[in-house]
Structures are given as C-alpha cells and as structure tokens.
C-alpha cells in the first residue's frame, strides 16, 4: 500500500477551521452577552457555553497538528453539527442582528471537518483507505 498523501487544500482547511473555532472562544470564555444569550436560548448557561468552547479549543488544536487532524477534525463535526442543529431549531440562522454569520461559520466549519476527515481517514484507528 503506498503511503497517504493528503492534498494541498489541507493546510488550508485546517486553517481556516481552526480559526473560525479559536476566534468564537474569546467570547464563550469571557461570557460576552452574545454567548450568553445563545446558550441561554438553547437551554446550556453556563456549563454548555464552557464547555462547547473547550471542546472547540480541544479540535482546533488536534487539526493544526498533522498527526491529530482527523480527530480534531470529528470532534469539530460533532460540535458543529451541534451548532447547526441549535440554528435550524431554536436559535434561527439570524441570532441578534448577526446577518447568519454564526450559522455560516458553524456551517464552514462544518464542511471544513467532514472533508479533513475523509483526506486523513487513514490515519484513524480502525479505518483503512481504499488507496
């Protein structure tokens, strides 16, 4: 089998997943009232608030790092399709005047994730590549 090459969007990607997560912890971390107000709509003050937002702290870091990036890569799946679903069904694509720039972010993230994660499946215990 001939060793995994990843392509060369995947720094990229990486990146920009990364960053949309880290930029959003200033304001999960510092209980800026537009937190707040998401997590108490959805029911999470303040333990969801921390929590997700370790969460995202957690997969960006596991993305930035090659060896990691398929794990980082599923917890930012799980934590955005989180974040969409709370849009789609008690927050709104608009939340407070943003225009839907969360729910865009979330969705970015979103795809970023699930595309990292098929470009280094194979480097998840259990998975193996067609290749």
């Given at each position: 089998?001939?060793?995994?090459?990843?392509?060369?969007?995947s720094w990229l990607l990486r990146f920009v997943a990364a960053i949309i997560m880290l930029q959003t912890l200033y304001f999960k971390f510092s209980a800026a009232?537009?937190?707040?107000?998401?997590?108490?709509?959805?029911?999470?003050?303040?333990w969801g608030r921390i929590f997700?937002?370790?969460?995202?702290?957690?997969a960006s870091i596991l993305i930035?790092?090659?060896?990691?990036?398929?794990?980082g890569a599923l917890i930012g799946i799980g934590v955005m399709t989180g974040a969409v679903f709370m849009h789609l069904t008690r927050l709104g694509i608009v939340v407070q005047n943003d225009s839907g720039k969360l729910f865009v972010m979330a969705v970015i993230v979103l795809i970023t994730c699930l595309v990292l994660v098929f470009w280094h499946r194979s480097s998840i215990s259990g998975m193996k590549s067609r290749d």
């Open positions: 089998m001939k060793p995994q090459t990843h392509p060369k969007w009232p537009e937190s707040v107000y998401i997590f108490s709509t959805v029911g999470m003050e303040p997700v937002g370790v969460l995202e702290l957690i930035l790092i090659p060896r990691t990036t398929a794990y």
